[in-house]
């Protein structure tokens, strides 16, 4: 059963950095685009971040230019490097198969807290 396992969260006063990863062994990771995601409290899950298998990175408007998507195919692995954070980026954030049709069980996610 794939697992996907995200950290790296916590809390951030406005204008830091955090660096989240999200590790997805087990999962053809090589040939498949990944995404960030994250639910804020009463809010819907919602799209942040997708990079494609060969590396090409897209964001929400709200997080382009100072979220950055990466990967390491070695080690099955996504990052997620978010800058200048805002407050209303606070929010639990999960890594997932960017394709709806090839998803897996989501993880526990990661708590991102920006509060001065």
Not at 42 to 56: D, N
Not at 74 to 101: F, H, R
């Amino acid at each position: 059963q794939v697992q996907l396992v995200e950290s790296g969260g916590g809390l951030a006063q406005p204008g830091e950095s955090l660096r989240l990863s999200c590790a997805a062994p087990g999962i053809s990771f090589r040939s498949l685009s990944m995404a960030w995601y994250r639910q804020a409290p009463g809010k819907e899950r919602e799209w942040v971040a997708t990079i494609t298998h060969s590396g090409g990175p897209a964001y929400v408007d709200s997080v382009r230019g100072r979220f950055t998507i990466s990967r390491d195919n070695a080690k099955s692995t996504v990052y997620l490097q978010m800058s200048s954070l805002k407050p209303e980026d606070t929010a639990v954030y999960y890594c997932n198969v960017a394709t709806i049709g090839r998803r897996v069980d989501w993880g526990q996610g990661t708590q991102v807290t920006v509060s001065s």
